[in-house]
């Protein structure tokens, strides 16, 4: 049987911020890519994920020309609230930063702006077609099999491939088990996240520790805000009704004590997001590179995996673009080492945000007083805040 072969320099497995912005980078720079995504357009448009772009993230979709709606909708935030003992404190990122800031804006939004550029600049990115083998990974030209929309089996052949399918994709599990090492920490706590019609309780995020659990408030726009408790690691959506929902948040946030008062709104959207740090190393087998969480999952505490999943391809797409403008393949070669770096001083960070604001119920008391103490000096100490914010808003590149 004759199979359908699609041929092109890069194969990209998977259309999330990762294979996208790939995807716009190589365009950019003249290289031929195609994107193979298992889901339909209208559904990775509409997964709504989390929304904090770093500084360099949201300079970065301006400088390539995918920053125009970002600039006009994005939220500037040039601080954030931590609160706990029952009061906001505020992280100044501008201030401790040297002028830096992040921008609140929908993961999914820039999905559809991405896309929306590949698009229009006749970027090919073929949608409901599902990668289920990667072959020859190790030799010249390697390939991606996968079913289209009609069900019919085709191959795409490729210089290389990247892997931005997720944290359940194909890519990662390509890979011999023998040539990975996997790190790797389960919370026994998730976060219940709701998007509602309610206006923001405030104009900064407020991340609160409470005895009750954790609590975000965020937002998306002056008038949807996206909100999350901690919930239990095996807690159901089922079990969370609106009324438990709101009362809880209430609670944690000390409203009916005076604490930012709650206006409920139409509950748009509701889901639970299981807490993991995950990391496997290295990021290559052969020709094929992992971007993203197929390679490695943050606790969403410190808003990190959308701009950790960027940070990844810019290193990919420069070290591509050496490749084939001079055929100097040393940056492939140090493209794991050069995103690890960061990944993990990522990892720490995110690890070290999901420590301090949430109830461990294995905590005994004096864990309990460490926690409060970690919290007060990182808002009182400018030394310990400027080392949040320089996280917050995104550490260099490499
Ligand atoms: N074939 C084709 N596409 C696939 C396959 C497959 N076998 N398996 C998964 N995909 C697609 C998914 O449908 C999804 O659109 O790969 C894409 C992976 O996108 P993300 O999960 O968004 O991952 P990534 O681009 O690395 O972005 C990381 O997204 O998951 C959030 O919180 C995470 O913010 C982080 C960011
Ligand atoms: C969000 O707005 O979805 C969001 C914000 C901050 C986080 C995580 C998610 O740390």
Known sequence: MIVPTL?????????GPAGLTLAYLLHQAGIEAIVVESRSREYVEARVRAGVLEHGTTELLA??????????EGLVHTGTQLRFGARNHRIDFQELTGGKSVTVYGQQEVVKDLIAALLSADAPIVFDAEAVALGRLD???????YRDA????????????????????ISRAAIPAQALTIFEHVYPFSWLGILAESPPVSDELIYTNHERGFALVSMRSPSVSRIYVQCAG????????DDRFWGELRARLDSDAGGPSVIEGRVLQKGITPMRSFVAEPMRYGRLFLAGDSAHIVPPTGAKGMNLAIA??????????LFYRRADSAALERYS????????????????????????????????RVQLAELDYVTSSRVAAAGLAENYVGLPLA
């Open 7 to 15: 041929r092109t320099q890069v194969a990209i497995v998977g259309a």
């Open 337 to 368: 080492e050069t995103c690890l770096r960061r990944i993990w001083k990522t990892q720490r960070f995110s690890a070290w945000m999901t420590r301090m604001l949430h109830r461990f119920d294995d905590h005994a008391p004096f864990d309990r």
């Open 139 to 145: 030799e010249d030209r390697v390939s991606v099999d």
């Open 150 to 169: 009609a069900g019919t089996a085709c191959r795409l052949e490729a210089d290389y491939i990247a892997g931005c399918d997720g944290f359940h994709g």
């Open 312 to 321: 990844d391809v810019r290193v990919l797409a420069q070290a591509l673009d």
């Open 63 to 72: 400088a390539i020309g995918v920053g125009e709606r970002l600039r006009r």
């Open 234 to 241: 095996d807690d159901d959506v089922a079990e969370w009704s």
